[in-house]
């Protein structure tokens, strides 16, 4: 067709399509999902997902996307939620047409679980492979309902959760800041990322909030009626008791910013792997290094 000077018009739109940016390119979605509960392997997951390449990386072939998107899942002993959210996750963040690399850090035993301090990790690891702009934290337990609940980062800190199955699709207090939450670097470099200091489990999440108040920045709320996720039931691990001094280092959270924190960060890296779906990074943490 060429030869006869008609131009094509499938290759005249491919690279026309390639100079719109990713939100106004065409996202197939699909608005509310009919979450799947079923748990396959890692290597049934690699065959699901062959556009995935190693190391859990997606970057949209006929859009420009905004932001280069980490996505940290912190984590111990809970394969069966990671694949059951991968199963649902990856095809809504392609869908939404999302630049991203999924990161597992996993916290070595025996230390008590850390997740504030897991994030710190994350960020940190992810940013020594490349320049991410956004950084997403996750619990691995909680599938997003709607692909319409967009994986991006805002002009402030944002809450991805409006409501969860276990609280009967609200939240368990208004102010909650745990679960999926998104930080550009530079929003999580003003707060100093997390605390540290929170082994076991509870308040991690309310401090990293009373951090972003202490900064002065807001906190962008995903609406209700694309918000909704379901938690995965679970029961609390022996390692992630409930931490006994959690309303104590709250009370003094916001006045430690600057003392606890990215700046403060001690972890001993032992792996770090690109596995087929993410990249895994194993971390080991001495709670007497912990100030
Ligand atoms: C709530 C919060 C969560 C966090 C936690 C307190 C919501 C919806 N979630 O979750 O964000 O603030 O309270 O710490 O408000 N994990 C492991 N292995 C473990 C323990 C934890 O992988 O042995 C990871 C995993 O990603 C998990 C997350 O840490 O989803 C939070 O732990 P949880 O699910 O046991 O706590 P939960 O459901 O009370
Ligand atoms: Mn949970």
């Known amino acids: 067709r060429e030869d006869a000077g008609i131009p094509s018009v499938g290759r005249d739109d491919s690279t026309r399509r390639e100079n719109i940016s990713c939100e106004q390119a065409p996202r197939k979605l699909i608005g509310r999902i009919q979450p799947l509960v079923e748990t396959k392997s890692l290597s049934e997951l690699q065959v699901i997902f062959p556009w995935l390449s ?8 006929d859009c420009r996307p905004k932001e280069k998107t980490a996505i940290i899942f912190p984590f111990r002993d809970r394969h069966r939620h990671l694949y059951i959210l991968l199963l649902n996750l990856l095809p809504i963040l392609k869908r939404q047409n999302v630049d991203f690399t999924i990161f597992v850090i996993e ?3 025996p230390s008590l679980f850390n997740r504030g301090l ?3 990790a994350g960020f940190v690891e992810a940013s020594k492979l490349s320049e991410f702009d956004c950084f997403i934290f996750h619990d691995v337990d909680l599938i997003p309902l709607f692909d319409t609940n967009f994986y991006h980062c805002n002009e402030s800190p944002t809450h991805f959760l409006g409501g969860v199955n276990k609280f009967n699709y609200g939240l368990a207090y208004k102010d909650l800041f745990g679960g999926v939450v998104s930080f550009t670097r ?3 470099e003003k707060i100093n ?3 540290n200091m929170y082994f076991g489990w509870g308040a991690e999440d309310d401090d990293m909030r009373r951090r972003i108040r202490e900064r002065n920045m ?4 995903t609406d209700r009626s694309v918000g909704l996720y379901d ?3 679970h029961y609390r691990e022996e390692s992630n008791p409930a931490n006994p001094i959690r309303s104590w280092l709250l009370s003094s959270g916001a006045r430690r910013l600057a003392l606890d924190g990215l700046n403060t960060l001690q972890y001993q ?3 770090l792997e690109a596995l087929p779906l993410y990249i895994w990074v194993k971390v080991k943490v001495d709670p007497r290094q912990i100030v």
């Open 54 to 61: 190693k190391g859990g990386h997606y970057t949209p072939q």
């Open 231 to 233: 938690m995965i039931k």
């Open 193 to 195: 990322g997390a605390s």
């Open 118 to 120: 897991l994030f710190n």
């Open 107 to 109: 916290q070595e035993k």
């Open 186 to 188: 530079s929003q999580y």
């Open 269 to 271: 890296r032992i792996s």
């Open 218 to 221: 807001t906190i962008l709320r």
